[in-house]
Antibody, heavy 121, light 107 residues
Framework: EVQLVESGGGLVQPGRSLRLSCTASGFTFGDYPMSWVRQAPGKGLEWVGFIRSKALGGAIEHAASVEDRFTISRDDSKSIAYLQMNSLKPEDTGVYYC????????????WGQGTLVTVTS | EIVLTQSPATLSLSPGERATLSCRASHSVDSRYLAWYQQKPGQAPGLLIHGASTRATGIPARFSGSGSGTDFTLTISSLEPEDFAVYYCQQRINRGTFGQGTKVEIK
């Protein structure tokens, strides 16, 4: 069974850092691009960024709204994707989802259950 | 950045009725990179349609997608009780953006 499990969320003060992890199982992790999507409380979905598999060049893209503070990475040997979030702001509060993307098309065909990040003083 | 505008914001329909959801892009989107998702309360979203018109694995035939360029449509031919949810379109040709969502609610 394909499964994605996010971890690392929690309560954090503005200006601090947090690293989210997404542990994958049930598929060949290195064959797939991975992305992060977030959702503020009661709001819609916001694409955060993605990382292509090493086999397809390992390209990384981030949304313009976070590209100076967030960094996506991956460890194919451990089947884990990461989202490093620095200089956190209250508006970064929300549920962060890890997704598996279909190669070459970008559609997210598998989603984790999400991890809640709350940025507050 | 490509902006996706979904309409209407809310659609009030009864079970058995047809639902037509619109997604309009600020710039032309290669249809290969247009997807639709369904999200129910308290759950993660799930993929419905990719490539503008290809149903994802296990998605019932009552869901269909169409469109090209800047105008895309998700149609649910006959609403089942489990279809009342929020629907999002997404483009992945230029970074990635989602529409703001359409809530399909029971009338």
């Amino acid at each position: 069974e394909v499964q994605l499990v996010e971890s690392g969320g929690g309560l954090v003060q503005p200006g601090r850092s947090l690293r989210l992890s997404c542990t994958a199982s049930g598929f060949t992790f290195g064959d797939y691009p991975m992305s992060w999507v977030r959702q503020a409380p009661g709001k819609g979905l916001e694409w955060v960024g993605f990382i292509r598999s090493k086999a397809l060049g390992g390209a990384i893209e981030h949304a313009a709204s976070v590209e100076d503070r967030f960094t996506i990475s991956r460890d194919d040997s451990k089947s884990i994707a990461y989202l490093q979030m620095n200089s956190l702001k209250p508006e970064d509060t929300g549920v962060y989802y890890c997704t598996r993307e279909t190669p070459h098309l970008g559609a997210s065909d598998c989603w984790g259950q999400g991890t809640l990040v709350t940025v507050t003083s | 950045e490509i902006v996706l505008t979904q309409s209407p914001a809310t659609l009030s329909l009864s079970p058995g009725e047809r639902a037509t959801l619109s997604c309009r892009a600020s710039h032309s989107v290669d249809s290969r990179y247009l997807a639709w998702y369904q999200q129910k309360p308290g759950q993660a979203p799930g993929l419905l349609i990719h490539g503008a018109s290809t149903r994802a694995t296990g998605i019932p035939a009552r869901f269909s997608g169409s469109g090209s360029g800047t105008d895309f449509t998700l149609t649910i031919s006959s609403l089942e009780p489990e279809d009342f949810a929020v629907y999002y379109c997404q483009q992945r040709i230029n970074r990635g953006t989602f529409g703001q969502g359409t809530k399909v609610e029971i009338k």
